[in-house]
């Protein structure tokens, strides 16, 4: 009965939110209308990569996820970059970097933790991690560094170039974690027992994947959705570009990883949800930006990689917190408060700004 309730809810949420789209409701009230939906989207995807990790493994049902919700953001982006709106872009890049690694990693530790005392997972996928999330920071300082002495033509070139640097990287990445050292990165050995019974999981393997595949696409159209509803929302309420496309649009763009990884922390299934935040993060750093400064000069108005100090000095601070946290391959509730209480504190700064 109550997931009859569910799926009737999500599908008319859903419904309701292309009707005020395409009939042209007032924004305020398509935006409320988009947030409701794609709560409930989220909640259907967090439901479907737990069932595709079950099959899969941890790992891959956490990068699946974070692929699936990162696929949806970058549809998002490349609308916004076609109209010109590169600083709401990279804002919305800086929003869910900062999200995933503090929001959604913090969500997952803190109530994780309240139900299991400690959890744990692969320290060495840990290590890998922070690694990768310096690697991040310094490709985002660099351009921002060099860039007042280089010419346009010489700073979107640099973008350019970092961005292959960086979509190389991302890619042998994969290959090093779920090819030539698939076993000594896997969760197996700090698998987390769940109190839910195994006949839980009623969705078949492609069952499985078809749901996650479907939630994606439903996510992503009511996120094009939103998006068109922020101009004139953020008008009407007085709040900044910098504001909205950093902290807004990336909590509900990035809602559908909030939920599954919450989700599975509270099964003790940190790894996955690590996975999901630590991963979706890096992703987007190392992968989704790159392709967006690509997508751009292919569109004749390249987007370059330089963000403003505000955008990188929280890149950084997000980045130092999450990898001082996961480097140990151990957490517990206290940690995720410590990296709640560091977002709070950007989105205050960032509102203020």
């Given at each position: ?34 947030c409701v939906a794609v709560v409930f989207a989220a909640a259907f995807m967090g439901k479907a990569t737990e069932s595709v990790a079950h099959y899969a493994g941890d790992r891959i049902g956490g990068f ?43 969500l997952s530790v803190l109530l994780g933790g309240l139900k299991f005392k400690e959890q744990n997972f692969n320290v060495k996928l840990a290590g890998h991690n922070a690694s990768l999330m310096m690697l ?218």
């Open positions: 009965m109550r997931q009859k309730l569910f799926y009737l809810i999500l599908i008319a949420s859903f419904a309701l939110s292309a009707i005020a789209h395409y009939t042209h409701w007032t924004a305020t009230i398509q935006f409320l209308l988009c699946l996820n974070a692929t699936f919700g990162n696929a949806a953001e970058l549809i998002i982006a490349i609308f916004l970059v076609k109209d010109g709106l590169h600083e709401m872009v990279k804002a919305s890049i800086t929003g869910s970097i900062i999200g995933n690694m503090l929001l959604v990693l913090g991040a920071v310094i490709a985002l300082f660099i351009p921002a560094l060099f860039g007042p002495s280089f010419t346009t033509k010489e700073t979107d070139s640099l973008s350019l170039i970092v961005a292959i640097v960086l979509i190389i990287a991302y890619v042998l990445w994969l290959v090093f974690s779920m090819v030539t050292h698939k076993d000594e990165l896997s969760d197996s050995a700090f698998a987390g027992t769940s109190d839910e019974p195994a006949h839980e999981i009623e969705w078949s393997k492609g069952k499985s994947v078809l749901f996650l595949v479907i939630a994606t696409v439903m996510v992503a159209f009511i996120s094009e959705w939103l998006v068109g509803t922020v101009e004139e929302f953020t008008h009407r309420f007085g709040l900044t570009e910098l504001f909205v496309g950093a902290f807004l649009i990336a909590i509900i763009g990035n809602a559908a990883e909030h939920s599954a990884a919450v989700f599975l922390a509270m099964k003790n299934k940190i790894g996955a949800a690590v996975e999901i935040a630590i991963g979706s993060s890096l992703q987007i750093s190392l992968f989704v930006a790159p392709v967006l400064v690509i997508v751009s000069y292919f569109m004749g108005n390249t987007m370059n990689i330089v963000f403003t100090v505000y955008e990188l000095a929280a890149i950084a601070v997000a980045a130092l917190i999450a990898k001082s946290i996961s480097q140990d391959g151990s957490t517990n509730w206290y940690e995720g408060v410590l990296l709640i209480v560091v977002y709070v504190i950007l989105g205050i700064a960032f509102y203020l700004v």
